[in-house]
């Protein structure tokens, strides 16, 4: 529980602020109950949405020395509440509807319908941006032809061959970009393949980033170095997971400041989450724990692809990823299990 004391110290925070938000916009109980299982409810979705996310960064920070790794939760968290949580959605709103940040946030506290209308009419470009993104992490996992641990071999040996051609997780990424966009009306389809394609370059600009700040010689300055790098992947692949949270989350509310504080509080116990799982060494012990993760990664991204021509609902995607996740996790056991009867 140490790991998460933290968590809970902002969980506190965060019901108490809901319940002030609550008495303040309606001046009963019943609005500071309303207000503060909103909050909590929020908060389960980021985790539900985001518990993938956590054992990916664990993977990534398990190479970072323990400056890098503090930095991540001291800087990473103001970045993933207040940075893609609150002020994230101020700038699509802002960029949509073509006025300042500043009138997006007094829009966002006068006319939260209204807000609320702007951000999800861009769906269509954060979904393509997010799904782009996601679905070259998760498939450079799978056609890396490096890899030799198999959770689902029938599918993942030949995928691993296939890595052996360059670039072949761009080329499907794209296919699948142009096959989306056939289902949409002329006017979405650009939105569609122009956020789509930013978000290929995203992920080949941080990748790129990482190559050239984690040089083979210099083995004291690597360390650093990719340090860095993967700090700055990390913030980028949280904003590509927090999409899904941010947008979803006005299904249930579409006050900006209660959303904020929702997802604020359940991004706090996915950092806890994380370096629970490096510091406790899990993902080593438990063999296809980061399969299962990654394989709710591309689920992730094809949903995100799939909800510009359709609505899927966020328990469908948080049952998704937890299925992968509680799966891999019971072969896992059932792996050590074989090796401590041989």
């Not at 207000?35 to 993977?59: G, P, Q």
């Not at 103001?78 to 946030?105: E, Q």
């Not at 096959?179 to 995203?202: C, D, N, Q, R, Y």
Request: proline share 2%; charged share 15%.
């Amino acid at each position: 529980m140490n790991y998460f004391r933290s968590s809970f110290i902002v969980t506190v925070l965060g019901i108490a602020l809901g319940a002030y938000l609550g008495w303040a916009a309606t001046g009963t109980w019943a609005g500071v109950f309303a207000t503060t299982f909103l909050v909590s409810v929020l908060a389960v979705l980021e985790v539900s949405l985001s518990f993938d996310n956590a054992i990916v960064n664990a993977k990534i920070l398990k190479e970072m020395d323990a400056i890098w790794r503090q930095r991540f939760i001291t800087w990473g968290i103001p970045i993933a509440v207040f940075g893609m949580r609150l002020v994230f959605p101020l700038i699509i709103v802002a960029i949509s509807a073509n006025i300042g940040p500043i009138s997006a946030l007094i829009l966002a506290a006068t006319d939260p319908d209204e807000y609320s209308r702007v951000l999800t009419s861009a769906h269509v470009s954060v979904s393509a941006f997010g799904g782009a993104f996601l679905a070259m992490v998760g498939l450079k996992h799978f056609f890396n032809h490096e890899k030799d641990v198999h959770w689902i071999a029938i599918i993942e040996r030949p995928l691993t061959r296939l890595g052996r051609i360059e670039a072949v997780e761009l080329g499907l990424v794209l296919l699948l970009l142009y096959a989306i966009s056939t289902w949409l009306p002329e006017h979405e389809k650009v939105a569609l393949l122009v956020a789509g394609v930013f978000g290929l370059v995203s992920y080949i600009a941080v990748d790129g980033i990482s190559a050239v700040l984690s040089p083979e010689s210099d083995v004291t300055g690597q360390v650093t170095r990719s340090g860095l790098a993967g700090f700055i992947y990390l913030q980028v692949l949280d904003a590509s997971f927090s999409f899904d949270g941010v947008i979803g989350a006005f299904a249930l509310s579409n006050n900006l400041f209660i959303i904020g504080i929702g997802l604020g509080v359940g991004a706090m116990f996915v950092r806890s989450l994380t370096i629970m799982l490096v510091e406790q060494e899990t993902l080593t012990s438990y063999r296809y724990l980061e399969h299962g993760a990654f394989y709710a990664i591309i689920a992730l991204g094809v949903i995100m692809f799939l909800k510009t021509v359709t609505h899927v609902p966020e328990v469908v995607t948080g049952l998704i990823g937890a299925g992968f996740i509680v799966a891999s996790l019971v072969d896992s056991i059932r792996y050590n299990r074989r090796m401590l009867g041989t």
